[in-house]
């Protein structure tokens, strides 16, 4: 079997039949962008130390912020054949060292130009620019080809979507660069947290939060609206920890 290509990023404009195609390593790694879409809030995390704090103050705990990592690591075992996979939204790199040593192309793609600045910064040793480069975009409106990546994980992003509407929008578009797989954390609905979270604000006890966590079955109807299936779902520890990924993957064999 032939050596696979992957094909090259498009312009930001993100003009599919008429934009030019820039080679990799020819284009800027860190491109502008229009004004915020109104269904993003990126609130303190646009201020310029935000991406630093991210990676510095975030977490409670090593174990804690390990934890993604390490699933994403075996899950991506699991599915071999990930030659270039997309980062969205890549944050403050957290998980920049595990994807890069699973593909040979990384691209990360954020709104915040302070948490791109901080991924691109993670780590000691980065990858040559002909093999990573940093995007700023909208996760709705993402500035690729079709099936350009062989994977797309979004991780930490799903329950800040209020709406269904803006859950499929964002998954349809994840479906549309993605050659093969989407792999995605959500909050779920039936794990304690979300539920001891749920009756605490019945009660008047905590106020309502506008991040949301959906049941497993209002995860697949929505993967289906994007022609999408999941083929896995993961969690550690289940029921007692809320955030949960799910491997998906097209639903028909030409999406």
Not at 55 to 73: I, N, T, V, Y
Not at 161 to 180: D, I, M
Not at 211 to 231: K, M, T
Request: net charge positive; hydrophobic share 35%; proline share 7%.
């Amino acid at each position: 079997m032939g050596r696979q290509s992957y094909p090259s990023l498009t312009s930001i404009a993100r003009n599919k039949c008429t934009a030019p195609r820039v080679p990799l390593q020819n284009r800027d790694p860190v491109q502008p962008s229009p004004p915020e879409p109104p269904h993003l809030r990126l609130g303190s995390w646009s201020k310029p130390q935000s991406g630093r704090h991210y990676r510095s103050g975030r977490w409670r705990s090593l174990r804690r912020e390990q934890r993604d990592p390490e699933l994403l690591r075996a899950l991506l075992a699991k599915h071999s054949g990930v030659g270039s996979v997309l980062d969205v939204p890549c944050g403050s790199g957290r998980l920049r060292g595990v994807l890069q040593a699973a593909s040979p192309r990384y691209v990360g793609v954020d709104y915040s130009e302070a948490m791109l600045q901080a991924s691109r910064a993670a780590g000691s040793d980065p990858a040559p620019v002909d093999r990573s480069a940093w995007i700023r975009a909208d996760i709705a409106a993402l500035p690729f080809g079709d099936r350009s990546f062989d994977a797309v994980v979004v991780c930490r992003l799903l329950h800040h979507f209020g709406s269904t509407a803006q859950l499929e929008a964002a998954l349809r578009e994840c479906a549309r660069v993605a050659r093969k797989l989407v792999i995605a954390s959500f909050w779920d609905r039936s794990s304690i947290p979300a539920q001891r979270k749920l009756l605490r604000c019945k009660l008047g006890l905590a106020n309502s939060d506008t991040r949301v966590a959906r049941s497993r079955d209002q995860i697949q109807n929505a993967l289906s609206a994007a022609n999408l299936r999941a083929i896995e779902f993961q969690a550690r520890p289940r029921f007692l920890s809320q955030q949960t990924f799910f491997v998906a993957e097209h639903s028909s064999s030409n999406p």
